[in-house]
């Protein structure tokens, strides 16, 4: 990864300085993910710009000019629902005195959203069961501990 960074970085500092601070005007703000050569110019979900190492310097200006914006209006909109996530599984977690609550990073906003609402809606009879535990939800349909003693439970699981 590191010599993708160098080699992009690289084709962009033989640029002129009005064409590097024009990128850099451009660019201003958001994240972005330098991939391999086989990568392609692309937002990702959670607003960061995929720039391949190789990018043709045009290309990549026109990208810039076309998705910056809505790189960082993704990146703003994904920052307040992940604050809103955090504060969600808080709650979780005092309700039913859990030890830990952790998730699968790769599980949308809306389904953890979702398992927290109904987390905290459980009977007496579950919250005796997963009282003082450390939970992991997961896109796993089952249900075990994992190595590092936490309980993976199945986003459906309540």
């Given at each position: 990864?590191?010599?993708?960074?160098?080699?992009?970085?690289?084709?962009?500092s033989?640029?002129?300085?009005g064409e590097?601070i024009?990128?850099?005007?451009?660019?201003?703000?958001?994240?972005?993910?330098?991939?391999?050569?086989?990568g392609?110019?692309?937002i990702l979900?959670d607003?960061?710009l995929?720039?391949?190492?190789?990018?043709?310097?045009?290309a990549l200006?026109?990208?810039?000019?076309?998705t910056?914006q809505k790189?960082?209006?993704?990146?703003?909109?994904?920052e307040?629902?992940?604050?809103?996530?955090?504060?969600?599984?808080?709650?979780?977690?005092?309700a039913?005195?859990?030890k830990?609550?952790?998730?699968?990073?790769?599980?949308?906003?809306?389904i953890l959203a979702?398992?927290?609402?109904?987390?905290?809606?459980?009977?007496?009879?579950?919250?005796?069961?997963i009282?003082g535990l450390?939970?992991?939800?997961?896109?796993?349909?089952?249900?075990?501990?994992?190595t590092d003693g936490r309980?993976?439970i199945?986003?459906?699981w309540?």
């Amino acid at each position: 990864m590191e010599e993708n960074f160098i080699v992009c970085l690289f084709r962009i500092s033989t640029k002129s300085k009005g064409e590097v601070i024009e990128v850099q005007r451009l660019a201003k703000n958001t994240i972005i993910e330098i991939s391999s050569v086989y990568g392609e110019l692309a937002i990702l979900r959670d607003g960061r710009l995929q720039i391949p190492c190789n990018v043709d310097f045009g290309a990549l200006v026109d990208f810039l000019k076309t998705t910056a914006q809505k790189s960082r209006d993704i990146k703003g909109s994904s920052e307040k629902q992940t604050s809103g996530i955090e504060e969600s599984a808080t709650n979780v977690k005092k309700a039913l005195n859990l030890k830990n609550l952790t998730w699968e990073s790769g599980l949308s906003q809306e389904i953890l959203a979702e398992t927290f609402e109904k987390l905290q809606k459980v009977d007496e009879s579950v919250q005796s069961l997963i009282n003082g535990l450390s939970i992991h939800i997961s896109a796993n349909p089952n249900i075990f501990v994992m190595t590092d003693g936490r309980i993976s439970i199945p986003t459906n699981w309540v």
